[in-house]
């Protein structure tokens, strides 16, 4: 017995190790050519953060802890964030119509919890909007019809032109990227401060970082920028609607413009995930709540999606160990994101 009570205790360290997540595991699990950021976070420790590659091919200039990423549609959370702020704070209700804020708002019975749920029946690409009524207007001389759009366009555009809806506010569910940028416009409308300072003085309140916001520009500092690489090593840069083929260049705010770390990504996750039902989300598993997030069957997680200009990002949260999972990424055809993260997830699911 004592032989045996000898072996366990020598051994039992092993057997617990192999239990505990350790950095080298988790490298272990990254693939060799990834360019971009990874941070795991649990409670308040950063279990992982790290580095890889490059922010621009050109001059070779390495991500760093601070090098922000755009984070594309993760924008929404954001957004649907203030607007919940706003709701308890009685500065509106879900059920007022947008048009008693933006008063030539062509559609009458949309409420802005029509948009906030993608309920409003509005069609799905703004970019595509743009391109048919303004950039194909050739009344227009080409330097006009190159200019950067932004919010204000859009809604000028829906209001002169009024394209059909889909279904009636509120009859169905079907998602559009419209949705999210008047509701930017609506934040400005309705608390009379511009959307990069509204958001900057709320995340740095909550969180203590202010994240960088830019539309009317796509220079930042110690940004990272999105580019496709090829099998013969050659790369090209992708920056903005370019990405696409489109000549010009979207300045909006609501599906895009605001940049975070992935450490600064996380400190958001996990702020969000602890105002989430899981049980809510497990029994609806097409239900989309704050902005987008959705639960996972398969993986067993809940995460959003962001892109824009060649970068993506991904916000993962991992419910049974309360464990936070960012990445962000500017490398375009390297490989599958999704499929190659699951190792990494079924990793972290497991261990303590």
């Known amino acids: 017995m004592a032989k045996i009570i000898c072996l366990l205790f020598f051994h039992f360290p092993i057997f617990l190790w192999s239990n505990i997540l350790n950095t080298d595991?988790?490298?272990?699990?990254?693939?060799?050519?990834?360019?971009?950021?990874?941070?795991?976070?649990?409670?308040?420790?950063?279990?992982?953060?790290?580095?890889?590659?490059?922010?621009?091919?050109?001059?070779?200039?390495?991500?760093?802890?601070?090098?922000?990423?755009?984070?594309?549609?993760?924008?929404?959370?954001?957004?649907?964030?203030?607007?919940?702020?706003?709701?308890?704070?009685s500065q509106i209700q879900p059920t007022?119509?947008?048009?008693?804020?933006?008063?030539?708002?062509?559609?009458?019975?949309?409420?802005?919890?029509?948009?906030?749920?993608?309920?409003?029946?509005l069609t799905h690409l703004y970019v595509k909007l743009y391109h048919r009524k303004v950039y194909n207007n050739w009344n227009l001389k080409l330097s006009q019809r190159g200019i950067r759009f932004d919010n204000e366009d859009i809604l000028d555009i829906l209001i002169k032109e009024k394209p059909g809806l889909i279904f009636s506010p509120g009859d169905s569910t079907d998602y559009s990227d419209i949705n999210y940028l008047i509701l930017t416009s609506l934040i400005e409308k309705i608390t009379h401060i511009s959307f990069p300072e509204y958001v900057k003085g709320i995340l740095k309140e909550k969180l203590i970082f202010k994240p960088v916001l830019s539309a009317s520009s796509d220079t930042i500092f110690n940004k990272?920028?999105?580019?496709?690489?090829?099998?013969?090593?050659?790369?090209?840069?992708?920056?903005?609607?370019?990405?696409?083929?489109?000549?010009?260049?979207?300045?909006?705010?609501?599906n895009q413009h605001i940049?975070?770390?992935a450490s600064n990504l996380a400190n958001w996750g996990q702020f969000i995930f602890k105002k989430i039902d899981l049980t809510v989300l497990?029994?609806?598993?097409?239900?989309?709540?704050?902005?987008?997030?959705?639960?996972?069957?398969?993986?067993?997680?809940?995460?959003?999606?962001?892109?824009?200009?060649?970068?993506?990002?991904?916000l993962i949260f991992i419910p049974e160990k309360e464990i936070v999972l960012t990445v962000n990424s500017n490398v375009l055809n390297a490989f599958d994101l999704d499929k190659a993260l699951i190792p990494l997830l079924r990793y972290l699911q497991k261990t303590n």
Request: aromatic share 16%.
């Open 25 to 89: 595991s988790i490298f272990s699990f990254i693939p060799n050519n990834f360019t971009g950021q990874i941070a795991i976070k649990h409670n308040s420790d950063f279990i992982f953060k790290e580095n890889f590659g490059a922010k621009e091919r050109v001059f070779g200039t390495l991500i760093n802890d601070s090098t922000v990423f755009n984070i594309g549609q993760i924008s929404q959370t954001i957004i649907y964030y203030i607007y919940e702020n706003l709701f308890n704070n």
């Open 96 to 121: 007022d119509k947008v048009n008693k804020y933006i008063k030539n708002f062509p559609y009458e019975n949309t409420e802005i919890e029509h948009l906030l749920n993608h309920q409003s029946g």
């Open 224 to 254: 990272a920028y999105g580019y496709r690489l090829f099998e013969d090593s050659t790369f090209q840069l992708c920056e903005n609607l370019k990405t696409r083929g489109l000549p010009f260049d979207d300045g909006t705010y609501g």
């Open 259 to 261: 940049y975070l770390s």
């Open 282 to 314: 497990k029994k609806n598993l097409n239900k989309e709540i704050m902005g987008g997030l959705k639960y996972d069957k398969n993986l067993n997680i809940i995460s959003k999606n962001g892109a824009f200009g060649g970068t993506s990002s991904k």
